[in-house]
């Protein structure tokens, strides 16, 4: 006999195209598709209609909800206080909370350093760049660890940051790294969508951060730091299934090591000198012998 | 200071100043049709968005670019010609009306484009406006790699802003939109009817602000999604004040402003926020501010400005 | 049809202009009813009636503002589609609005121009209306600069602005709404000899006049209105004063009378009362006297600062020099609810306007002026009770019919509006009452209430300045009269033995014991 | 066609008009659900549960009720003496920033309850202040106060931005732009368990008593309400016009930033950026949708945040957009602007003569 479906709720604070939102979604969407849940999910839910929509679903019976609890910190774990039977796995920079708010981080960091040991090999002027949407943790960390990467190949290269200000504007996203191209970059790193945009107008190179970008801009994207939920998911799922507390922090999921995060590369666009150093590279934080730092200090 | 200079200097600075600049010119040029008639269009930062995501639509389902701004522009046509129902005809009062505008059309714009597209990873796109350089003219060092080198609809947002000029200044047409706006009443006694002056005006304005929209998912992007209006609606409305009433004075308005954004953003990565961007942002709303002030005592506002006009009323 | 000077037409002529059985109402209350009127070529028709007779109501018609319920009008024989002032205007209507209809912010080429030219033309002919305006000027003497800005204009200019408007297209017909309105005898004797001009070439002219000399000496013939009916049509020449102000209020005009009286001691004194705005003055170095149980009345042609000279009075305004004096008080600087608590009752110029919130009900308008006072209020609380107590007696007292104290001010009707104003004013009897205007518009029984109410507060000692307009209305009830004329007061001088051909010199600014009968001194 | 003012207002016609231009909202927005394949008359019935149907719904409905209440009233009390207060939002928000600012500490040691009430003050007097410059300018320049109030939201969420990634910065918040949080001794407390809901709505509701009262029985109520229906009439009356005009702001502008004070300290806690989901505009639509009474904004506010909340929830229920939330009820609005309009005047075909 068939196992019934786990009910599985997703609230989004921004539209589901957002490229973190979008991982989330796409990950359930994917467990969905292949039967081991029913899917349900809200978008755009603003921080004052947040809590709500965690007890509505809460209320109708869902047994996980995931979502992000940046916002909603002592809202969301009073939630989860409130319907012990419901797991939540929330993004949030917190701590786990009671028997079953369980947290994760976005640790793409690694991957965004091999992305960083790419650029610094590859640029002709010495100059990279990175647009951000704002400095909270999350973001200040890849930002931190492509310039790491970068640094390690080429010491002396320089790394310009641009915040847009905001999560979701690529249109200023896109001229925040055409201003970085005007003061000299030759590749750039979009933390947030929009950026690869500016460096296929005027033909330099881009690398994508969370989401596979490669397909939306070709010839321009030649690596992307991926991020994967899949992991983060399954594990959750599987824990709540099993009656394990879900309570504890996922993020180590996001790891290279667990599948968490990896890079991903166009062959063909990357010269076969820079990819051997930064494999090495990657072999060695999957097997434990190097660990990318963890820098959450608002990069200048 | 040199680095500031570099950046003044800097070609991308202002190709980037025409760009930025364009939608609002757009919307600017729109508001201030409608508002030369005296019709005040709260509606612009939802006729924005709906231009935005039918242009996008459009063009997304198979259509021309062309098709697309096309769909922008009347789409927010048919918006301003809800706006002018009720307060043209009816005599609402525009602010309320206006803003339930902008609540319904962006609304409604989420709506339609979560129906119409499913929801997919990232947001999908459409091959946008290349920019295009104008033979000859692109060849000019500095001013043809900035002026010359836009995409189709930035040239278009300039010439309509030349366009607007003259017919305002020029034409009977202009003549017949400003008696309007300064006094509807007049404008009738001069066999005029001015309740269709303003719904043209208020329809073709919006219109313009339509294409303000399908600008930012047209061109300065390719992908339609949810706020990315961002304020820039509002922008225009402010625009309009500091501009006197004046389309080029909106053009000079639009491009400072954009100068302003432009230029804050290739400042933060080598000043590394001297001054919180905040301030910069802050600029435009309060310049206006202080334009109203002084233009106010000069009584160019237009003088039947909100100001419903009924036939057969006194 | 006048013989002197409108050409002879053979009879049966279709006539440049008719009106025919033309209805219009608002809501349920006609302003016109089944008026039907013919103009000739060249003829002068002058158009009379009282205040809300109709004759706006029928211009607006005629020019089509307003679309008519029953009834059309023709063009030389040629019927015009209704409501559309354009096609009025092609077809050779022009009008001089009684309100006028100038944007200030245009200039005048651009106030003339709008709409002469096809909508859709690339380009605006400036030189064109330039030249049009220049070959208008010459013809007929109204020479003004094209390129200035209206707001700018004196209101004489402005006149003359709307005046070329008129005759910018190939105009046949010209219709003005009260032109000499803001204008003196002698700058209106300026404009009648224009219009008799423009006749003499063809023109046919209807214009609009509650001045029944004017009437007499412009128009060849003259047609009454009463309560939106046309109720009278006489040739000049075979009328009178008499019969036509008979035929304008319909019936003889029996008004209250002044009893002789012995005025009182100095209520209220004026001294070099000077009012500028913008730098321009309104009212000049203004004195007067009012005394205890006399009526002063105050003459002039609007425009000339007996508003504005009122509005100091009332309170809404504070003199850039000079004094205000009231029972020996300075209250100069006094703002109005304090002047009410001093003594000084008003009657404002616009009731609806000014003298009443139209939405608000009738015990809150009564009240409105005073409520800070302990008899309407406490701590900050209306008192309910007393003020529509007090909102009664005011109606019973003064005959206030159409409502209760809870009825919206704006269904009443503006002559009981009026008496509710002036019985919230008498309430009790002020020292002072200052009455602009106080039966402008009124029917002919309001009239009478209004004034019979006036002499009562004189008998019982109560000053009264009366700006009026209405000469004969002076003249019945002031015991001294004054005019102002560019802001400054006359010497005022008694009533008695004065005519209205005396006060108008004195409304010209020429001063009234210097005409040829002048045997009155101050 | 020309526009007639009816010459009465008949009872069933003012009654009718709400009820038809409801009616004619949640058609359109019927058609919309359509579209997204739910079953409309199953979408009514689950926005109608969504609102009310459970102790979770009709509280959450009522705690967005209670900012709309407030400024609601704000947007009532200045339309009411004819100030075209557009600035609610931002109004709101400096209400907030400054209940922050003064509640995150406690410096004199005040206790709890008095402390909460001054920071109600302080965030009302916010709200106040920031809409007597725009007054001001209108009062001594002539600046229409349109432009200028809507003009200070955005300046003013500028403002909110630069402190909550400045000055005020929550640094227990891990670098999310959002502000220190105010001192627990200092909230409101719940007015029902197990829910968001707070002591807010009673003080909201309280609100609308007490300028229900001003407004009908003071004689400030009556001069403000002159002033509006028609500024000569008023300054004939003596009627202050500058300070009556400057007391309406002062109330309107302190009931907005009332509003925010206490969303921070009944619901939220802290200020950011994302505070308010366009309370400030939001309270104009149910400032007209009450006609701007003071108690009908009370009720006013309950149905437009039970069309939110009730639309919200059956979006999530029966997977139709969520956006059909904010789309019901700007339908609200602009149909009930138009029946407002047809209760007072009517449409006269002019007869083709
Ligand atoms: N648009 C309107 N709506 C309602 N009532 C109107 C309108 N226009 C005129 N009236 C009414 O019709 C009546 C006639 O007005 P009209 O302006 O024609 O008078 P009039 O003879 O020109 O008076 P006056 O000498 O004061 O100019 C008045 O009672 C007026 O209130
Ligand atoms: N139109 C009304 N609608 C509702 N209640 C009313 C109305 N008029 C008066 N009342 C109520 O009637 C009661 C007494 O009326 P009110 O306060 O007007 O008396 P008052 O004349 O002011 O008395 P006092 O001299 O004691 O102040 C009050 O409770 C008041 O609220
Ligand atoms: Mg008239
Ligand atoms: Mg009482």
């Known amino acids: 006999a068939q196992t019934p479906k786990m009910k599985v709720a997703g609230v989004h604070a921004s539209p589901v195209e957002n490229a973190w939102n979008s991982r989330l979604h796409g990950a359930m969407q994917k467990a969905a598709e292949d039967g081991l849940i029913d899917y349900v999910f809200s978008e755009g839910v603003s921080a004052g209609d947040y809590p709500r929509a965690l007890r509505e679903y809460a209320e109708g019976g869902a047994q996980l909800i995931v979502g992000e609890a940046y916002a909603v910190e002592a809202e969301a774990r009073q939630v989860a206080a409130d319907y012990p039977d419901t797991a939540f796995l929330m993004g949030s920079s917190g701590e786990p909370a009671g028997e079953n708010f369980g947290t994760f981080g976005t640790w793409n960091h690694e991957a965004a350093y091999l992305a960083g040991m790419l650029a610094g090999q590859m640029t002709k002027t010495g100059t990279i760049g990175s647009v951000g949407a704002i400095p909270i943790p999350e973001v200040n960390m890849v930002i931190n660890a492509f310039r790491a990467g970068a640094m390690e190949v080429k010491p002396d290269v320089k790394h310009l940051v641009g915040f847009i200000g905001t999560f979701f504007d690529p249109p200023k996203a896109r001229e925040a790294g055409l201003a970085q191209i005007d003061a000299g970059a030759d590749i750039l790193y979009g933390e947030r969508i929009g950026t690869a945009d500016a460096a296929k107008d005027r033909g330099v190179k881009a690398v994508g951060n969370m989401v596979d970008y490669t397909p939306r801009y070709p010839d321009t994207v030649f690596a992307n730091a991926i991020w994967n939920f899949d992991p983060l998911l399954r594990l959750a799922m599987a824990d709540k299934a099993a009656g394990t507390p879900t309570a504890k922090n996922y993020t180590p999921l996001s790891l290279m090591k667990q599948g968490g995060n990896d890079i991903l590369f166009v062959d063909s666009m990357v010269p076969a000198e820079a990819l051997a150093v930064m494999e090495a590279k990657r072999k060695a934080i999957k097997d434990g012998s190097f660990t990318v730092p963890i820098d959450t200090a608002e990069p200048k | 200071m040199t680095a500031v200079l570099d950046i003044l200097a800097s070609v991308g600075l202002w190709a980037a100043v025409l760009r930025i600049a364009t939608p609002l ?11 030369r008639a005296g019709v005040l269009n709260l509606g612009i930062e939802g006729i924005m968005t709906f231009g935005a995501m039918i242009g996008w639509l ?6 021309d670019l062309w098709l697309g701004l096309l769909a922008a522009a009347s789409g927010g046509a048919l918006f301003g010609l809800l706006h002018a129902g009720m307060t043209v005809s009816l005599g609402l009062s525009q602010h309320v009306t206006g803003l339930g505008i902008t609540l319904f059309a962006s609304s409604l714009s989420y709506y339609v484009f979560r129906l119409a597209v499913p929801v997919a990873g990232s947001p999908p796109t459409i091959e946008p406006f290349q920019p295009i350089a104008i033979p000859v003219l692109s060849a000019i060092p500095f001013l043809g790699e900035t002026l010359f080198r836009q995409t189709a609809p930035t040239y278009l947002a300039l010439v309509l802003a030349l366009l607007l000029a003259w017919i305002l200044a020029k034409t009977p047409l202009g003549l017949a939109i400003r008696l309007t706006g300064e006094n509807p009443h007049a404008a009738e006694a001069r066999g005029l009817d001015p309740i269709r002056i303003r719904y043209g005006a208020v329809v073709a304005g919006s219109a313009l602000m ?16 949810p706020t990315m209006i961002q304020g820039r609606g509002w922008i225009s409305i402010a625009l309009v004040v500091f501009a006197s009433w004046h389309p080029g004075r909106a053009l000079f308005g639009a491009l400072l402003f954009a100068l302003f954004d432009a230029f804050q953003l290739r400042l933060q990565p080598i000043a590394g926020g001297l001054v919180p961007y905040q301030v910069f942002l802050m600029m435009p709303y309060l310049l206006s501010i202080a334009a109203l002030v002084v233009v106010a005592r000069k009584a160019r506002v237009p003088q039947a400005l909100m100001r419903p006009y009924l036939r057969g009323e006194r | 049809m006048s013989a002197s ?13 008719s009106l025919a059985g033309i209805t219009k109402r608002f809501g349920t209350f006609a302003a016109n009813a089944s008026i039907s009127l013919d103009l000739a070529k060249g003829e002068i028709v002058a158009l009379l009636g009282e205040n809300g007779a109709g004759k706006t109501t029928l211009m607006n018609i005629l020019f089509g503002h307003y679309t008519p319920d029953e009834g059309s009008v023709w063009v030389d024989g040629r019927r015009l589609p209704p409501g559309r002032p354009k096609a009025a205007i092609e077809a050779g209507i022009g009008m001089v609005h009684q309100h006028f209809t100038l944007a200030p912010n245009l200039t005048v080429l651009e106030n003339v121009a709008a709409g002469t030219q096809g909508l859709l033309s690339p380009r605006l002919d400036e030189a064109r209306v330039r030249r049009r305006l220049t070959d208008l000027s010459d013809r007929f003497g109204l020479a003004i600069d094209p390129g200035r800005r209206v707001g700018d204009l004196s209101v004489g200019e402005q006149q003359r602005t709307e005046i070329l408007k008129a005759l910018y297209g190939e105009t046949k017909i010209l219709v003005l709404d009260e032109p000499t309105a803001v204008l003196t005898p002698a700058e209106a004797e300026g404009l009648f000899s224009t219009l008799r001009r423009m006749a003499a070439m063809g023109l046919s002219v209807i214009f609009i006049s509650h001045k029944l000399h004017e009437v007499l000496s412009a128009a060849d013939r003259v047609v009454v209105l009463r309560g939106g009916r046309l109720v009278g049509e006489r040739r000049t020449g075979e009328t009178s004063r008499e019969e036509l102000a008979e035929l304008m209020v319909g019936r003889r005009v029996e008004r209250p009378v002044r009893a002789r009286s012995a005025p009182g001691p100095v209520v209220l004194e004026a001294k070099d009362l000077t009012l500028l705005r913008e730098g321009r003055p309104l009212v000049r170095d203004a004195s007067f006297t009012l005394r205890a149980g006399e009526i002063l009345g105050l003459i002039g042609v609007s425009g000339n600062g007996q508003s504005d000279l009122a509005r100091l009075l009332f309170g809404l305004e504070r003199p850039s020099a000079g004094t205000l004096t009231l029972l020996g008080r300075d209250i100069t600087a006094e703002p109005p609810r304090a002047r009410i608590l001093a003594g000084i009752g008003r009657i404002p110029e616009d009731r609806n306007r000014d003298g009443v919130v139209a939405d608000m009900n009738l015990w809150e308008n009564a009240v409105l002026e005073r409520i800070r006072e302990p008899r309407f209020s406490r701590l900050g609380l209306v008192r309910r009770k007393a003020a529509k107590a007090f909102a009664r007696h005011v109606s019973e007292t003064f005959d206030v019919r159409g409502g209760t104290p809870d009825t919206r001010i704006r269904l009443l009707s503006g002559g009981n509006v009026q008496k509710m104003i002036l019985g919230r004013t008498l309430d009790p009897a002020p020292a002072v009452i200052v009455a602009a205007q106080p039966t402008r518009g009124l029917d002919e029984g309001a009239v009478a209430a209004v004034q019979a109410a006036l002499l009562k507060a004189r008998a019982a000692g109560t000053a009264i300045l009366l700006i009026s307009e209405d000469l004969d209305e002076v003249l019945q009830l002031a015991d001294r009269t004054l005019a102002i004329h560019a802001g400054r007061l006359s010497d005022p001088v008694p009533t008695e033995g004065l005519d209205a051909r005396r006060l108008g010199l004195m409304i010209a600014g020429e001063p009234a014991n210097a005409g040829p009968s002048g045997t009155v001194s101050a | 066609m020309i526009v007639e003012r009816r010459a009465s207002r008949p009872l069933a016609l003012v009654l009718l008009a709400p009820v038809a231009a409801i009616a004619a909202a949640l058609c359109l927005s019927g058609i919309l659900i359509a579209l997204a394949g739910a079953p409309v008359l199953e979408a009514f019935g689950r926005i109608a549960t969504g609102a009310f149907g459970s102790r979770l719904s009709a509280t959450e409905t009522l705690l967005r009720a209670c900012p709309l209440i407030l400024t609601g009233l704000a947007a009532a009390v200045a339309f009411r003496a004819r100030v075209w207060n557009i ?6 928000y400096l209400g907030a920033l400054a209940t922050v600012a003064l509640g995150f500490s406690n410096p004199l040691g005040l206790p709890g309850p008095l402390l909460t009430v001054l920071l109600m003050a ?11 410059g725009p007054l001001a300018l209108r009062l001594r320049f002539g600046v229409d106060e349109v432009v200028t109030t809507l003009l200070l939201n955005f300046v003013v969420l500028l403002v909110v931005s630069l402190m909550v990634e400045g000055p005020l910065k929550d640094p227990l918040a891990f670098g999310w732009p959002r502000s220190v949080p105010v001192l627990a001794d200092a909230t409101l407390p719940k007015i029902v368990a197990r829910s968001r809901l707070h002591l807010g709505l009673l003080l909201a509701i309280g609100a609308a008593l007490l300028v229900w009262f001003i407004q009908s029985r003071s004689t400030f109520g009556l001069e403000s309400r002159a002033t509006g229906l028609s500024p000569e009439g008023a ?6 016009l500058r300070r009556t005009l400057l007391k309406v702001g002062f109330l309107s502008g302190g009931l907005a930033g009332l509003a925010g004070a206490i969303e921070v300290l009944g619901n939220r806690l802290y200020v950011s950026t994302d505070l308010s989901p366009g309370f400030g505009y939001a309270g104009i639509v149910v400032a007209m949708l009450a006609g701007l009474n003071p108690l009908g904004a009370v009720l006013a506010a309950i149905f ?7 639309s919200d929830s059956m979006g999530r229920a029966l997977g139709v957009p969520s956006f059909i939330a904010d789309v019901t009820v700007s339908l609200c609005l602009l149909t009930m602007l138009v029946a407002l309009f047809f209760s007072t005047y009517r449409l006269r075909r002019e007869r083709p003569a």
């Open chain 2, 25 to 35: 010119i757009f919307g600017t040029l729109g508001a201030l049709l409608s508002e």
């Open chain 2, 58 to 63: 459009t063009v997304y389902q198979g259509g």
């Open chain 2, 210 to 225: 339509g294409l303000g929209g399908a600008f930012l998912t047209l061109s300065a992007f390719n992908s339609f999604f």
């Open chain 3, 5 to 17: 000077s409108a050409p002879n037409e053979p009879a049966g002529a279709t006539p440049a202009l």
């Open chain 4, 87 to 92: 600035g609610g939002e931002g109004q709101l």
């Open chain 4, 122 to 132: 302080a965030g009302a007097l916010a709200g106040a202040l920031l809409l007597l």
């Open chain 4, 235 to 240: 300054s004939f009356a003596g009627v202050p």
């Open chain 4, 304 to 310: 437009a945040a039970a069309m939110f909340v009730g």
